[in-house]
Each structure stands twice: as C-alpha cells, then as structure tokens.
C-alpha cells in the first residue's frame, strides 16, 4: 500500500546534500513513512526515524521494520536528543506546527534550523511509476462516479449519493462538491438541500487510491448558452495543454490561461492549475509569481472554469507530464 517510500528518502537525502542540512524533520510523514501520524527525522546518511504515539507502536512495527525504518515513542526529549546531533536541520515549515518548531529552537542549542519546504516540494512534485499508477486509478474511479450518479435530486442527496457510492465500491473517502444554479458561481460551494434539477449543475470531486487523490470537475443540466461557454472552456483547455511543454514555468502557464480566458471567456479568479498527489493541492503551484517548472512525471490538474453572476462552469482534468502533458487516465 505504501508507495516507493525506499525511493522518496533516498531523493530526500539526496537533496540535503545539495542544501547541505544533516537531517531534516517533518510532519508529513505519510509521504516519506507510510503512516499518518507523528514526527519523521529523516539523517543525510542511515535510517530514518518515525516518533509516533506510544499507543500507535504495535500497529505499525510490522511495516516498519520492513521497510527498514526506526520506530520511537513520540516524545518532545526524545526528539530534541536526536535533533542536537545535527549542526543543521531542515524543516519542513509547510507541515510542522509553529508552536512544535518555536520549541524545538527553545531546546536544541547545539542546531541551527532552515527551511527545507521547497526541497521536500520538490520531491513530491516529481512522480514515480507507482505514484503515477495510483493517481490514475483515483481519477478513473472518480470519473466512473460522477458519470453514474442520479443529477436530478438536491445537491445534498447528489453528494451523499457520491460518497454511498464510493464506500460501496470500497474507494477511499474523498471530497465532493456538488452545486446547483447560482451556487456553481462560488468555486469552493458547500451541498445544500436545494433541488438540483433543471438547473445546471458541477460537481468537482476526487476518491483516493492508496491515499493519492483526484481531482475532477464535469457540468451537467446546461442550458444553451452555457453549453456553448462550456465548449469553450474544453477548446481552452486544450489550448493550454497545447502550449505546456517540458521547462515551461507555471508562471508563464498561468499568464497563458489568463490571456486566452480574458479573450474568449472571462479572466478567472483563481489559479488555472496546481500539483496533485498525497494532497489534493500541492507544488507546482501555477500562479503569475510562481518559480516552478514543469519536469517530467510532474502530475498536476489544469482547471479553466468561468463564474458568472447565476452560474459557473468549471472543467478540470488532471494530467501528467511525458514528452507532452497528457490527462493520466486518458479519459477527456
């Protein structure tokens, strides 16, 4: 179930030589651990250590030894111990807590702390085979879903039907908006118990596989009008496919988007596109300012949408990057 993990530390590591740290510590430890839960060290040379709950060790020492990984009991002492023989420890300061690290600085007097954030986003960008594989899956099944569901009850049955659905065929839990109507204008809606029907409807939705997400948004219900708006936002799409290519900065991806929405449609509030993987939002990040380039197996959602004042319309595929981006589970 746990994905490539020997692979992620040795990049990690790998990565820390080049910013010169001895080891660094976060609390994104499914990613590099398998376990959702506790405190990772990860040293520049040797095995990493997981420090989770006394009451969690039993659960986990199986895979843990298989995966050739250390396993201590979460406590402040014992961490600070094993962070003071580091001259330098990077910190992941997107996922650890500021109150943990401001502490952690109060106690180790020997080491001095950076921010690692950008070499750990980095690494999560970039995709392996398997990670690849189950993002696919993801994406498919949630796609099968949202093909199937009844689209002429409430938005609250639509989504409950979502979510019954996926239990039922064993998906992992995931995220589902469903709005109707004016509601679609507002990008991050929440179901209310409104009817659903005759009006025109989006969903975004993703389901899990093994913990890696989609990221899917399908209109329905559309009248004329809206149905010619939401051809062009596919034909958009595709033009910003089209002009992705291996190098290109997220930033001249987002400036693209925003000119040729502008043109056709209307500028768009948002980001066009962002990374996805164990997080449903991650690196690359396409905004104007954005330093990030596309590379090779980078996996990432590209989301034109338009939002009127009675109705939006968003269409969003996730794809990955080969010689070309192509949408990972080849369903347009």
Request: hydrophobic share 40%; net charge positive.
């Amino acid at each position: 179930m746990f994905l490539d993990l020997k692979e992620k530390i040795r990049k990690t590591q790998k990565q820390m030589v080049k910013e010169g740290v001895g080891g660094i510590l976060t609390d994104d430890v499914y990613f590099l651990g398998g376990i959702e839960d506790g405190v990772m060290l990860i040293p520049e040379k040797g095995r990493a250590e997981i420090f989770i709950s006394p009451l969690s060790i039993g659960t986990y020492e199986e895979f843990i030894k298989k995966e050739r990984l250390k396993l201590r009991a979460l406590s402040r002492k014992t961490i600070v111990r094993q962070v003071e023989n580091f001259e330098k420890v990077g910190v992941d300061e997107e996922k650890i807590s500021a109150a943990r690290l401001e502490r952690f600085k109060k106690e180790t007097k020997k080491t001095k702390f950076v921010n690692f954030s950008s070499g750990l986003q980095k690494i999560k960008s970039i995709k392996t085979n398997k990670e690849i594989e189950a993002i696919r899956k993801a994406n498919e099944r949630t796609k099968e879903i949202i093909e199937k569901v009844n689209k002429e009850k409430s938005e609250v049955e639509i989504k409950n039907d979502v979510e019954k659905m996926s239990l039922q065929k064993n998906y992992e839990p995931g995220f589902f908006i469903v709005a109707a109507g004016k509601h679609s204008s507002f990008p991050h809606h929440f179901a209310r118990d409104v009817p659903a029907k005759n009006k025109n409807l989006l969903i975004d939705a993703g389901v899990r596989y093994k913990k890696y997400w989609a990221d899917v948004s399908r209109c329905f219900n559309l009248r004329e009008k809206q149905k010619r708006e939401y051809e062009i936002l596919k034909e958009i799409f595709w033009e910003i496919v089209d002009f992705i290519t291996i190098g290109a900065s997220a930033a001249d991806v987002q400036k693209f988007a925003q000119k040729i929405l502008s043109k056709k449609l209307k500028k768009l509030p948002h980001a066009i596109g962002h990374g996805v993987g164990t997080e449903i939002h991650e690196a690359p990040f396409f905004y104007e300012k954005s330093k990030a380039k596309i590379e090779r197996n980078i996996v990432f959602a590209i989301e034109p949408a338009l939002y009127r004042k009675n109705y939006g319309l968003r269409y969003e595929n996730v794809l990955v990057m080969k010689n070309k981006p192509e949408i990972i589970d080849g369903i347009a």
